[in-house]
């Protein structure tokens, strides 16, 4: 990994960022920058610290495993963004600062249960789908309000926001109603009690779409780390 190239993709990322935020009159202060190092090395990623960098996204446990045990000397927040099976709750309660992508009761039950052994809690965003493609993981938005109350009932998991994986099109429109959907549930959720200040959403492509519907963390792969083979 060139670490000169990769300064220059962070600084790059972090001005358009900001750019994106004052074009729709926001504060770049609002919105924060997950870097996702899925793929690449330990390498790319001690590159990265150097830069200051602590958090980083992964869509695959055995990928935080990996580099968690070759970085062990960092002090690094691991944060799930992919889909996750229940299996993988022991190794995610043990090394994970965050999991993104909870969207079943029986995956909440799962991480709670390993929490508990493990004597941590968890921070937590509920994905939900908002995206056409049936590939697309996450909870159908018309069940996010009951599936909110339900998660009252594990102390180990902290909800702070929802997350979504938008539409992948050309359409702009398209692509930026995913993004209005989730901020609207969320604002219907917080009228009904629920705490939920964070928005996670938005990637390389599509991420000053984001921050004009509210987006307080967008997830940057490529445009920091480079094209992955």
């Known amino acids: 990994m060139d670490a000169t190239q990769l300064a220059a993709n962070w600084t ?10 004052r074009a ?59 889909h996750l099976q229940t299996n993988k709750a022991r190794d995610v309660a043990r090394l994970a600062s965050e999991v993104q992508s909870l969207d079943r009761l029986e995956l909440a039950e799962a991480l709670h249960h390993r929490l508990q052994i493990e004597g941590r809690t968890l921070d937590v965003l ?29 102390p180990t998991l902290h909800v702070r926001g929802l997350m979504t994986l938008a539409t992948l099109s050309e359409d702009a429109g398209e692509v930026r109603s995913c993004f209005r959907q989730l901020r609207e549930l ?9 705490d939920l200040p964070r928005l996670s959403m938005g990637m390389s ?21 480079g094209s992955r083979s």
């Open 186 to 194: 969320r604002n219907r959720c917080a009228a009904a009690g629920h």
């Open 24 to 82: 729709v009159g926001r504060d770049p202060a609002e919105v924060s920058v997950l870097p996702v190092s899925k793929t690449f090395g330990p390498d790319a990623v001690r590159v990265a610290v150097a830069l200051g960098l602590r958090r980083f996204g992964e869509n695959k446990v055995q990928e935080i495993r990996d580099k968690a045990a070759a970085l062990a000397d960092d002090s690094i927040e691991w944060v799930v963004i992919g």
């Open 12 to 21: 790059t990322v972090r001005r358009r960022v900001d750019e994106a935020c």
């Open 205 to 225: 492509a599509d991420f000053p779409l984001a921050i004009a519907e509210g987006a307080t963390e967008v997830r940057i792969g490529t445009a920091i780390f």
């Open 126 to 154: 509920v994905q939900v789908k908002t995206a056409r493609e049936e590939t697309k993981y996450g909870l159908p938005g018309a069940e996010l309000a009951a599936f909110l109350e339900r998660l009252r009932a594990f």
